[in-house]
């Protein structure tokens, strides 16, 4: 089991940038994929990004892809999502996800551990 600690949300215009942290306990850190997910009210959970266990494959959702930047520090067992021009549609929380594998993927039901959320409300 991994605990997952999401932080680093918070309130930034459109234009902005944001970067957000998830601290992991538990399971050896680098032996799964981590991804990171998001749910705006009224909508689903969707899928944001994704990188391997080694950090070395990384996948984005197609609405953020080319402005935001997944990363991790197996050594600080930390995963970061850098996200730049931050856009009003971007507002959700932000939860990050340990997975089932070592291989990033998209589908929520190949993660396992969930983290408990962070807000992002970007101002139009």
């Known amino acids: 089991q991994v605990q997952l600690v999401e932080s680093g949300g918070g309130l930034v215009q459109a234009g902005g940038s944001l970067r957000l942290s998830c601290a992991a306990s538990?399971?050896?850190?680098?032996?799964?994929?981590l991804g990171w997910f998001r749910q705006a009210p009224g909508k689903e959970r969707e899928f944001v990004a994704a990188?391997?266990?080694?950090?070395?494959?990384?996948y984005y959702g197609d609405s953020v892809k080319g402005r935001f930047t997944i990363s991790r520090d197996n050594a600080k067992n930390t995963m970061y999502l850098q996200m730049n021009s931050l856009e009003f549609e971007d507002t959700a929380v932000y939860y990050c996800?340990?997975?089932?594998?070592?291989?990033?993927?998209?589908?929520?039901?190949?993660?396992?551990?969930w983290g408990q959320g962070t807000q992002v409300t970007v101002s139009s």
């Open positions: 990188i391997s266990w080694d950090g070395y494959s990384t």
């Open positions: 996800a340990a997975a089932l594998s070592r291989f990033g993927s998209r589908p929520l039901a190949e993660y396992s551990d």
């Open positions: 538990g399971r050896t850190f680098g032996r799964y994929a």
